[in-house]
């Protein structure tokens, strides 16, 4: 089994499926640019739109990085070439590095900075072929996020969404009448394992540098623990509702999840379950699954079977 792909926990524990797991005017399907992020309204969406404003930028042909809102937890990259291949590695206070890929010309992509305030060095290379990398320039960043939130809250290349995704309207549409983001927390997670089945082909197939598309997801009603939980965390983001996409290991299986910010709670990790009256360690991967509840839980257990590398 290769670690690279992101395959399920049914395997291991006989299970079918596995889910894995800001402002201007609000309203449904609205987005905004600020410096100040949103609270949770019912039935309110404010998607952030990342921006490439031109005044703080590195590097040339074959790819140009703007880093102009850095203080709102992202920089932005685009090739300028046809045919090229990027890799950009990125490195923060938490000493993790992190890579992205650009292949598609001439659109801008956005790139989180998610380990918060502090000092970061970005790194860019060129594909020249045979699995070689040239080194393309170095750019250091010194970041102060203007509020701690914005990077879990802002679209990027893994977490990809807009006001007008499909999955956007859904989450105002479930989010409507719900009074806090904990009621819809509980209304998306019950709609996404209720709605999206696992897809064993995909996961069998699936290649590194793979990307989740939220609304195919939806209209497929099919995914891998990677789009399961770039699905939720769209939509949590789209209300508000801060959000991170977590991808490492569960056992030594790759596996993607999210860990979630309630205001009345705070970070929650590991994608669990609230049953009314106490937290408990639960993937919604799982709660999605019509196998033994018992064998999942111990699974589980405390959550020290997750391993955490990157968060996107």
């Not at 040239?134 to 809250?153: C, G, K, Q």
């Not at 290349?157 to 509980?186: C, H, M, N």
Request: hydrophobic share 40%.
């Amino acid at each position: 089994m290769k670690h690279r792909d992101f395959r399920c926990l049914a395997a291991v524990l006989s299970l079918i499926l596995i889910f894995c797991c800001g402002c201007g005017e609000a309203g449904k399907g609205g987005s905004a640019s600020s410096k100040t992020a949103s609270i949770y309204q019912a039935g309110q969406t404010v998607v952030l739109t990342p921006e490439a404003g031109g005044s703080e930028q590195a590097g040339g042909d074959p790819l140009i990085l703007d880093f102009s809102h850095s203080d709102q937890g992202y920089f932005m990259g685009k090739l300028t070439a046809e045919g090229k291949k990027v890799n950009i590695q990125v490195t923060g206070p938490d000493d993790i590095i992190y890579q992205y890929f650009l292949e598609t010309p001439n659109e801008w992509t956005a790139f989180p900075l998610t380990a918060g305030d502090g000092p970061y060095l970005v790194l860019a290379f060129e594909d020249v072929g045979d699995g070689q990398y040239a080194s393309l320039f170095s750019y250091p960043l010194d970041v102060e996020l203007s509020d701690e939130f914005f990077p879990f809250l802002y679209p990027n290349q893994y977490v990809s969404f807009t006001a007008d995704s499909e999955a956007t309207a859904l989450a105002a549409s479930l989010s409507e009448g719900q009074e806090t983001d904990l009621d819809a927390l509980r209304e998306i997670y019950e709609y996404i394992i209720s709605n999206i089945t696992y897809d064993d082909e995909k996961a069998a197939a699936v290649e590194s540098g793979y990307l989740p598309d939220i609304d195919e997801t939806l209209r497929t009603g099919t995914g891998i623990c990677f789009d399961y939980a770039a699905l939720t965390c769209a939509m949590l983001r789209s209300l508000s509702i801060p959000c991170r996409l977590a991808i490492g290991y569960t056992g030594d299986i790759r596996h993607a999840w999210i860990d979630v910010y309630i205001q009345a709670v705070g970070w929650v990790e590991r994608a669990v379950e609230f049953n009314g009256n106490e937290w408990k360690f639960m993937d919604p991967t799982f709660a999605s699954a019509a196998g033994d509840s018992q064998t999942v839980s111990e699974y589980i257990g405390d959550g020290e079977n997750y391993v955490l590398q990157y968060i996107r």
